[in-house]
């Protein structure tokens, strides 16, 4: 496997760890008030990553694109501007990083659109 995959595996499993010990401490306490940004560490961070890194195994081509480092490095922003941004504005203590965080995400979700209709082409013949 090239390393674009592994890189994708790697920060969703760990992104899956953080957010399962967040989830395990949160059934702890009983204090469910984050749970919105418990949701979207797991569901950004870990499966929209994992689903990316997916992408990339059966795609070499375009796993060695330049796209697919600024993919990641878009992806990865992403987690760690949004999560803190929802604990912050479900705080009540400002909206400008979930604001922030919201539109990387948006980005990634915008580049992994252009990266698989860029590479569908030779499939697709
Ligand atoms: C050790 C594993 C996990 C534990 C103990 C855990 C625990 C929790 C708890 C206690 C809540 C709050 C439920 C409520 O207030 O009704 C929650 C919500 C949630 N969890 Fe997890 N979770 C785990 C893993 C995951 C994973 C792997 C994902 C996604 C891939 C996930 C996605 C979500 C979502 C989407 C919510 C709802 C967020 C919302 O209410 O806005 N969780 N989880």
Redesign the pocket.
């Known amino acids: 496997m090239t390393r674009i995959p592994t890189l994708f595996f790697a920060t969703a499993a760990l992104f899956?760890l953080i957010?399962?010990?967040?989830?395990?401490q949160?059934?702890a306490s009983q204090d469910?008030a984050l749970?919105?940004a418990?949701?979207?560490l797991?569901?950004i961070g870990?499966?929209a990553m994992a689903v990316f890194g997916g992408y990339y195994a059966l795609n070499p081509l375009a796993a060695a694109s330049r796209l697919a480092m600024v993919h990641y490095a878009l992806t990865l922003a992403a987690v760690i501007v949004l999560v803190p941004g929802i604990v912050m504005a479900l705080r009540g203590t400002g909206e400008a990083l979930a604001k922030g965080g919201s539109v990387l995400a948006l980005l990634s979700m915008a580049l992994f659109l252009v990266a698989v209709l860029r590479h569908a082409r030779g499939l697709m013949r």
Request: no cysteine.
């Open positions: 899956a957010g399962m010990a967040w989830g395990i949160m059934s469910h749970s919105p418990h949701g979207h797991n569901l870990f499966v």
